[in-house]
């Protein structure tokens, strides 16, 4: 059993990380509060059966094993998918935190960006009036030709400007974005992605999948190990000293040997009780008690009420009082 309790804290932690994710995933699976308490309920269902279902069916019938393995694989694949879902959820807010750290241009109040398009229609048509004034002729007084055509050549040279600035921006822009992008998706699966036919969605699927197949494996590998049955003991060898086995080996004997066919003593008593069992000498009460088992030790003494009688020279009454305390310290553990 002490091999054991290292499985029980792990099994414990294992399940409750499990039933962690579960909830969340549950919680951001459903709409209203009815719909994410049933989502976490099946699935906190789902992952206890699938850690327990193993250890609970270890020890039915072959046809309970077969439909709890079938069972358990159902609960393995749905508790996975849940917990594929908490990944994927997981990792798509950690994805949108770090691209908020990225702003469009920092130096610039946070606004509509300006189109170019429009200014460039406007370009193209002060270039047009342009083209025309500079295609005027005058024969007097052309002042004011001149000064329109350094109006609109400041115009142009303005919307120039402007048409520039807004490159810049969406050059900028389009940095962002993809810095954007690259924050959004996990590091290593965007890393990944560089192999073909893999994308950083799909990679991040396989990542979930994977890490819920581990845990779920794990914890059903440990609650197996913690709910095992306790192996019984080895048993211990009764250790039996020379001078108590001499004493159950004479009495067993004296037993058989002094019995006739029709269970009477040769002195014409029946015998008293079972043999006596084997006790330690040192303890044994009163002089009169320890020298008997000294003397069946010997061999001198039949371990019976007239053998007791005799050997003592004691009356009946006597021998069978000895006798009866030989049994009891016989039936003392």
């Known amino acids: 059993m002490t091999g054991l309790r290292p499985a029980w804290p792990l099994a414990v932690t294992a399940t409750g990380t499990a039933l962690c994710m579960s909830v969340l995933a549950g919680w951001q699976r459903g709409g209203t509060l009815p719909e994410r308490v049933v989502w976490i309920a099946i699935g906190v269902v789902l992952v206890v059966s699938?850690?327990?279902?193993?250890?609970?069916?270890?020890?039915?019938?072959?046809?309970?094993?077969?439909?709890?393995?079938?069972l358990w694989g159902a609960c393995m694949v749905t508790a996975c998918i849940g917990h594929a879902t908490f990944f994927v959820l997981a990792q798509q807010h950690a994805g949108a935190a770090r691209a908020a750290t990225v702003t469009a241009d920092p130096d610039r109040p946070a606004v509509s960006p300006p189109i170019l398009a429009p200014v460039m229609e406007e370009r193209a048509s002060i270039a047009h009036e342009l083209a025309l004034a500079k295609a005027q002729r005058c024969s007097r007084n052309c002042g004011w030709l001149n000064v329109r055509r350094i109006t609109l050549a400041a115009k142009l040279d303005a919307l120039e400007a402007q048409a520039n600035d807004i490159r810049r921006q969406d050059v900028h822009r389009d940095r962002a974005t993809v810095r954007r992008d690259a924050l959004l998706a996990d590091p290593i699966a965007s890393r990944l992605?560089?192999?073909?036919?893999?994308?950083?969605?799909?990679?991040?699927?396989?990542?979930?999948?994977g890490f819920a197949a581990?845990?779920?494996?794990?914890?059903?590998?440990?609650?197996?190990?913690a709910l095992r049955p306790p192996s019984l003991p080895a048993p211990v060898p009764a250790v039996t000293s020379p001078a108590v086995a001499s004493i159950a080996s004479v009495t067993a004997v004296t037993q058989h040997a002094v019995t006739d066919g029709t269970g009477t003593m040769p002195d014409g008593h029946a015998p008293h009780d079972d043999p006596v069992a084997p006790l330690p000498s040192h303890t044994l009460p009163g002089d009169d008690l320890s020298q008997l088992v000294r003397d069946i030790e010997a061999g001198r003494l039949r371990p019976t009420v007239s053998g007791i009688r005799r050997h003592l020279n004691c009356s009946q009454a006597r021998a069978a009082a000895l006798r009866r305390e030989l049994s009891e310290l016989s039936a003392t553990p």
């Open 50 to 70: 699938a850690h327990l279902l193993p250890a609970i069916v270890r020890d039915a019938s072959v046809m309970v094993r077969l439909i709890g393995a079938v």
């Open 193 to 209: 992605a560089a192999l073909p036919g893999l994308t950083p969605a799909r990679i991040d699927l396989l990542l979930g999948l």
């Open 214 to 225: 581990v845990l779920e494996g794990v914890a059903c590998l440990l609650w197996t190990v």
